[in-house]
Nanobody, 113 residues
Framework: VQLVESGGGLVQPGGSLRPSCAAS????????MSWYRQAPGKEREWVSY????????RVAPFARGRFTTSRDNGKNMAFLQMNRLRPEDTGVYYC???????WGQGTQVTVSS
């Protein structure tokens, strides 16, 4: 199993980012995908979920109205569209595949003016 996150960066409050997750080593279309994040000094927390077929998804309460998640099973990739970013969204963002205890290196998101 390999999960490679990318697409983070530095953005001003109110801005947008779209982290991506490239998956390999398993049958991507059979696994639900989730995003998590970890802020400095805090525990990792769940951000979003998208079903294996992409037809259902949900996000954490703090992300409602701002974040959406999607996937492209043809490209073995998952995405997290983040809009109206806030400084408290700063952290390392990780993707996770259901059924696998594996974490990639994550992608750093920094929201600061």
């Amino acid at each position: 199993v390999q999960l490679v996150e990318s697409g983070g960066g530095l953005v001003q409050p109110g801005g947008s980012l779209r982290p991506s997750c490239a998956a390999s080593g398993f049958t991507f279309s059979e696994s639900a995908m989730s995003w998590y994040r970890q802020a400095p000094g805090k525990e990792r927390e769940w951000v979003s979920y998208v079903a294996s077929n992409g037809l259902s998804s949900r996000v954490a309460p703090f992300a409602r109205g701002r974040f959406t998640t999607s996937r492209d099973n043809g490209k073995n990739m998952a995405f997290l569209q983040m809009n109206r970013l806030r400084p408290e969204d700063t952290g390392v963002y990780y993707c996770s595949a259901a059924g696998f205890d594996y974490w990639g290196q994550g992608t750093q998101v920094t929201v600061s003016s």
